[in-house]
């Protein structure tokens, strides 16, 4: 696999023999030769190595019957968390196996939603056949891009290729020896692992090195779906961690403490993560503040947990005799500012399209 011609270079002059030989061979998969010449050398010398049909007992030579799987209510609770589990790892693992083929050829990029809909329906359509399910596989899609695979069509030559040897070829498939395919498989992995990457790591963040380390290690150790299970875990803890650090309360250079008013601008997303700066916000206001005015219009998000903290911070104020003003909100906090009746108790004259208009209203 590692000498044979990947891809030949016909000269312009005098094609002879030998370079039509040398271009034929360029179009066949170093992995078939491979496979062919080691299974020949097992049938052919009586080699002492297990094969697929002395560990297996051989491949079926016939498709399976059509057979509805039993349905009951019972096993239906059972299954409905393994089955959302195998549907979200086999989305992640098909699309990260499309992200590698995008990256290892130069074609359009894929289409996620049609990757998707094709795989739900090869899951509907495989268990009234005994087939379990199926997905995107990264080992398979880069060993056709290896033998030079560079379309979608090299999926439907894979699958026909496989019934062919489920049909016709199945008794040679006999003396396929496991230490072959063993060999493919670590050759292909060693040319799909990417290894520059880990060169590029001192480049990136503490939380990226963790993710991308942890991930590898666990598919190692372990195998892909315990990796992709931490992995989505860890980026979602340190998106939030990321999230909460980007939120931010600043004081306005436009704040007039000589007339009790106080000018706080804000940055990121008001959610779960950063409501405590909101809620120390109240203790940083000095003495003689009668109105806190809040420029929002860097504030992109707010959830709900956000919107109970800003209830909190109104009654805190309330207490204090301070009131309370929001200028420039965007339309997302706005929204679920008026949904959830926030801005019926608050008033919308407390609602300034700009800042300069809310100053003015707090001093009135």
């Not at 349905?71 to 086999?90: E, R």
Request: charged share 15%; net charge neutral; glycine share 8%.
């Amino acid at each position: 696999m590692v000498l044979w011609p990947k891809s030949y270079a016909v000269p312009r002059d005098n094609i002879g023999w030998r370079h039509r030989l040398y271009r034929s061979a360029a179009h066949v998969p170093g992995t078939i030769v491979a496979l062919v010449l080691a299974t020949l050398a097992t049938a052919m010398l009586g080699l002492p190595v297990e094969t697929i049909g002395s560990r297996f007992g051989g491949i079926p030579q016939a498709l399976p019957d059509l057979q509805l799987p039993p349905f009951s209510w019972d096993s239906a609770k059972q299954l409905v968390i393994p089955t959302l589990t195998l549907a979200m790892l086999g989305a992640i693992e098909s699309l990260l196996c499309a992200r590698v083929a995008d990256n290892l050829i130069d074609a359009p990029r894929h289409d996620p939603n049609q990757e998707l809909m094709a795989q739900g329906v090869a899951n509907m359509v495989v268990p009234a056949f005994g087939g379990i399910p199926a997905t995107g596989t990264i080992a398979r899609t880069v060993t056709n891009v290896r033998s030079g695979a560079t379309s979608p069509i090299a999926g439907i030559v894979h699958a026909l290729t496989l019934l062919a040897v489920v049909l016709v070829a199945a008794p040679l498939a006999l003396h396929v020896p496991l230490a072959a395919l063993a060999g493919i498989l670590l050759f292909v992995a060693w040319n799909m692992g990417e290894w520059r990457e880990f060169a590029r790591l001192r480049q990136f963040s503490v939380p990226y090195r963790t993710i991308l380390v942890g991930t590898f290690v666990l598919t190692v150790v372990f195998d892909l779906t315990v990796a992709v299970e931490v992995g989505l875990v860890l980026a979602c803890v340190f998106f939030i961690y990321r999230m909460s650090t980007l939120f931010r309360i600043e004081p306005h250079a436009r704040t007039d403490a000589a007339q009790g008013v106080q000018v706080r601008e804000m940055y990121g997303a008001l959610f779960f993560g950063a409501v405590g700066k909101l809620e120390a916000l109240p203790a940083q206001l000095p003495e003689g503040t009668h109105a806190l005015v809040l420029d929002t219009h860097r504030l992109i998000a707010m959830d709900t947990s956000g919107l109970d903290a800003l209830e909190q911070l109104h009654r805190a104020l309330g207490r204090r005799g301070i009131t309370l003003w929001l200028a420039e909100l965007n339309e997302q906090p706005l929204s679920l500012m008026r949904r959830a009746g926030f801005a019926a108790q608050l008033g919308e004259a407390a609602f300034a399209p700009t800042l300069a208009e809310a100053l003015q209203r707090c001093r009135l």
